[in-house]
Nanobody, 121 residues
Framework: QVHLVDSGGGLVQPGGSLRLSCAASGFTLSAYAITWYRQAPGKEREMVASITSPGGSTNYADSVKGRFTISKDNFKNTAYLQMNSLKPEDTAVYYC??????????????RGQGTQVTVSS
């Protein structure tokens, strides 16, 4: 059975750090590009960070550049989002998405259930 499970969210003070995890089961994450999204109440979904597969090239939203780092551990079948210097405006539900190309058949995407991040004093 295929699962993609987000975890690691919580309540943190401004300036603090969190590391989100995106654990895959039932499929091999190494073949998938990973994108972290977030959505705050009343706002549209925002792409936060992505990492390609193969290649491992990363891309970040301007709002998180220099503060967030996306990575993937293929041995653990898990992707991560390290978030430092958190700001109140980072408060949102964060979820990961794993996508792989199926060539002429299109693509396959799995999405995690989301984890709440709240930055507040």
């Amino acid at each position: 059975q295929v699962h993609l499970v987000d975890s690691g969210g919580g309540l943190v003070q401004p300036g603090g750090s969190l590391r989100l995890s995106c654990a895959a089961s039932g499929f091999t994450l190494s073949a998938y590009a990973i994108t972290w999204y977030r959505q705050a109440p009343g706002k549209e979904r925002e792409m936060v960070a992505s990492i390609t597969s193969p290649g491992g090239s990363t891309n970040y939203a301007d709002s998180v550049k220099g503060r967030f780092t996306i990575s993937k551990d293929n041995f653990k079948n898990t992707a991560y989002l390290q978030m430092n210097s958190l700001k109140p405006e980072d408060t949102a539900v964060y979820y990961c998405s794993a996508r792989t190309s199926l060539g002429t058949m299109g693509s396959r995407t799995y999405r995690g259930q989301g984890t709440q991040v709240t930055v507040s004093s």
